[in-house]
């Protein structure tokens, strides 16, 4: 089976936006609503289909119930699960044995990792960014910027300026 093309015809079918960097690697842009974009690499190797989506810079703050968070939800993940790189940055990652991939599960692993990181992303902000959120609220009111972006944290910011 040609497990590249078989990528690449789910990609197409689920009519999104996607580069073939190098042979066997495809870098797919999933688009959301609280996080406006996921890219997500799906890499196919000798023997399985590895998928590596960015998450979120790994936090400034409130460390143990950030990671506990994570750690809470990976036991109720498909196909991928929060880990994190080198410099503590927050990835969803997964593999995929070869002789599973179809347009199908590629689809369902697509729809976890959009899923995941679009409805998770305002909750791990709010975690781990809680102090950075409350100065560009303020910053943004004293400039007199939009605050439009930002409307999903007044509760962290505790109050609704602008």
Same mark, same amino acid.
């Given at each position: 089976?040609? *497990?590249?093309?078989?990528?690449?015809?789910?990609?197409?079918?689920?009519? %999104?936006?996607?580069?073939? =960097?190098? =042979?066997?690697? !495809?870098?797919? /842009?999933? =688009?959301?609503?609280? /996080?406006?974009?996921?890219?997500?690499?799906?890499?196919?190797?000798?023997?399985?289909? &590895? $998928?590596?989506? !960015? !998450?979120?810079?790994?936090?400034?703050?409130? &460390? %143990?119930?950030?990671? +506990?968070?994570?750690?809470? /939800?990976?036991?109720?993940?498909?196909? $991928? *699960?929060?880990?994190?790189?080198? $410099? #503590?940055? %927050?990835?969803?990652?997964?593999?995929?044995?070869?002789?599973? %991939?179809?347009?199908?599960?590629?689809?369902?692993?697509?729809?976890? $990792?959009?899923?995941?990181?679009?409805?998770?992303?305002?909750?791990?902000?709010?975690? #781990?960014?809680?102090?950075?959120? +409350?100065?560009?609220?303020?910053?943004?009111?004293?400039?007199?910027?939009?605050?439009?972006?930002? +409307?999903? !944290?007044? *509760?962290?910011? #505790? +109050?609704?300026?602008?």
């Amino acid at each position: 089976m040609d *497990h590249e093309a078989v990528v690449e015809s789910a990609l197409k079918a689920a009519e %999104v936006a996607y580069e073939r =960097p190098k =042979p066997g690697a !495809f870098l797919v /842009k999933l =688009p959301g609503h609280h /996080k406006l974009a996921t890219m997500t690499w799906l890499t196919v190797s000798a023997q399985a289909l &590895h $998928v590596e989506a !960015f !998450f979120c810079r790994r936090p400034d703050e409130n &460390h %143990v119930e950030f990671y +506990r968070w994570l750690l809470t /939800k990976n036991g109720s993940m498909y196909g $991928v *699960h929060f880990a994190l790189d080198a $410099v #503590g940055d %927050v990835h969803l990652v997964g593999r995929l044995p070869l002789e599973a %991939v179809s347009a199908g599960e590629i689809d369902r692993l697509l729809g976890c $990792v959009l899923t995941y990181a679009d409805e998770w992303f305002d909750r791990a902000l709010e975690l #781990g960014f809680a102090s950075s959120i +409350r100065r560009e609220w303020e910053w943004r009111v004293k400039r007199g910027e939009s605050l439009a972006n930002l +409307r999903a !944290f007044e *509760h962290v910011v #505790g +109050r609704s300026d602008g």
